[in-house]
């Protein structure tokens, strides 16, 4: 899939903009403040739903007014380009898929699969393992469909065993209460431990051509004792749940675990290598989602050439090239790439919130 054409009206510092984009691999280019990231974001929000930058509709919408609108067409291989929007307007978010209303924004979201690997997305491996298991959830959810139905489930099992705990259930009346919560979690640790052994093939390949001296590695830990089933761990648990009013163990504590040559990634990675481990671990989930996903995505670079030499540049650019779906980088200046890769399908210079198109 991929977004053949975009427009903002009111999106941050983008009055109104026009770009008929490639379905391969573009850089965007322009001074600090000039408006980058905010088109690499207006793209996400108008395929996901959401700002790459956590922000509301309300950050979204240019000082001064009270509404935006994004639109566009994508196209898949087989199927005919279709209109796509997300609108603000009287606090109201409205999303449209070929001109009909969709009301749930993960239906929206699952039709153009985004993926943005920004500035924040190099907290992948700092940040709390939160935003590691959003990351594995997105995942799992693009290539199996019925995963957020579990999810859900699991999530409301889960608050429901929580407001016993603080209600002080016994221990037998809360053993059956834990039957579906225990069937939930397994079923999502098995969604999450097969789909991690995918990534990780694909996640040897991108590590070893960005990092080739160095052993990376990614265990998944599904956030009970893997010697112990969660019945029995949940049990032994249970005088330390209801004093902590919540229950510690399951799902809500996995963890994606990332090695640098046996050594915690987080604690020993230099920044440089910090973001090579973060690009090797979003284009293995790019790839996958190639592979096995129903609609391939599109892959948003926010200032690439950033914290790496130009021996790097020139590995991830390679790679970047080779891969067959669209790819939408950003950097400040072109001449910041190494000579061999001044050059991209197409190219857009970004002044003060307006974008022409570059003739290379
Ligand atoms: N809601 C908004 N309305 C209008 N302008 C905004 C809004 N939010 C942010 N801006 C401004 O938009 C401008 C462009 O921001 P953006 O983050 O897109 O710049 P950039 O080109 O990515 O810069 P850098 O190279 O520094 O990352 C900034 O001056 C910012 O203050
Ligand atoms: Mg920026």
Redesign the pocket.
């Known amino acids: 899939m991929s977004l053949q054409q975009l427009e903002t009206r009111q999106f941050?510092?983008l009055e109104h903009v026009r770009m008929e984009l490639d379905a391969g691999l573009q850089f965007i280019y322009?001074?600090?403040?000039?408006?980058?990231?905010?088109l690499l974001d207006a793209i996400n929000v108008l395929c996901s739903g959401r700002s790459f930058l956590g922000a509301s509709p309300r950050?979204?919408?240019?000082?001064g007014t009270t509404d935006f609108l994004l639109n566009g067409i994508v196209s898949q291989k087989k199927t005919r380009p279709l209109p796509i929007q997300y609108r603000w307007q009287d606090n109201r978010i409205r999303l449209n898929l070929s001109n009909k209303q969709v009301r749930k924004s993960s239906e929206y979201a699952l039709y153009q699969p985004v993926q943005a690997v920004t500035p924040i997305s190099y907290r992948l491996l700092d940040d709390s393992p939160d935003i590691r298991r959003r990351f594995m959830d997105w995942g799992v959810f693009h290539v199996k469909h019925d995963y957020a139905t579990v999810w859900r489930r699991f999530q409301r099992s889960l608050a429901q065993r929580n407001a016993m705990l603080s209600a002080g259930t016994d221990r037998r009346t809360l053993a059956v209460w834990s039957r579906e919560y225990i069937q939930l979690a397994e079923s999502l640790d098995e969604y999450r431990s097969d789909y991690i052994d995918l990534l990780r093939q694909q996640f040897k390949r991108y590590s070893h051509a960005f990092l080739p001296d160095s052993l990376l590695e990614i265990h998944y830990q599904r956030g009970w004792d893997n010697e112990c089933s969660l019945d029995e761990v949940l049990s032994n648990s249970f005088q330390r749940d209801q004093e902590r009013r919540f229950t510690y163990h399951g799902p809500q504590r996995a963890e994606l675990v990332l090695k640098l040559d046996g050594v915690l990634a987080r604690d020993c990675a230099s920044r440089g290598q910090k973001k090579l481990i973060t690009f090797a671990t979003y284009l293995a989930q790019a790839s996958l989602q190639q592979e096995l996903g129903r609609y391939s995505g599109i892959l948003l670079i926010d200032?690439l050439p950033s914290e790496l030499d130009q021996n790097h540049i020139s590995l991830v650019m390679d790679i970047l090239r080779r891969i067959s779906m669209q790819v939408v980088i950003?950097c400040?200046d072109i001449a910041r790439l190494p000579k061999e890769h001044r050059y991209s399908d197409k190219m857009f210079h970004?002044k003060q919130g307006q974008v022409k198109e570059v003739v290379q």
């Open positions: 941050r510092n322009g001074d600090n403040a000039s408006g980058k990231t905010s950050k979204m919408q240019q000082f200032d950003t400040i970004v």
